[in-house]
């Protein structure tokens, strides 16, 4: 999976450089928020501009990276859902558990309140 990782300060900048997030790579993207959170990096911004189809398995990947952050005080926020990617956080509404913002520096921005 070809993902950039940009350590912002308040939070940890996950860029999804795919076009799909599907059962074929949500599990390298969950394996990476994992490590992130071992070294004690709890707030993430997964940025999904990039993204134009996610599925069930991609939408699994980021609720485990919700628990995960919950769990250790931190928080996921997402941010660029292309509108098919956004339709899908509605169907499933997963929009009202997560935090969505248009771009990745207003939800970084939205770590620094």
């Known amino acids: 999976m070809n993902l950039q ?6 939070a940890v900048l996950l860029a999804v ?3 799909r997030l599907d059962a074929h790579n949500s599990g390298e993207l969950k394996n990476q928020m994992l490590k992130l959170f071992e070294e004690g990096k709890n707030n993430l911004v997964v940025d999904l501009q ?3 189809f996610v599925d069930s398995s991609g939408l699994g990947a980021l609720v485990s990276g919700f628990k995960n952050a919950s769990s250790r005080n931190g ?4 941010s660029g ?3 098919q990617v956004k339709s899908m956080f509605e169907l499933t509404r997963l929009h009202r558990v997560f935090e969505i913002y248009t771009d990745s520096g207003e939800a970084l921005a939205s770590f620094q309140q």
């Open 5 to 10: 990782i940009d350590d912002k300060g308040a």
């Open 17 to 19: 450089q795919e076009e």
């Open 50 to 52: 990039a993204v134009r």
């Open 75 to 78: 928080n996921l926020k997402l």
């Open 81 to 83: 859902l292309q509108l």
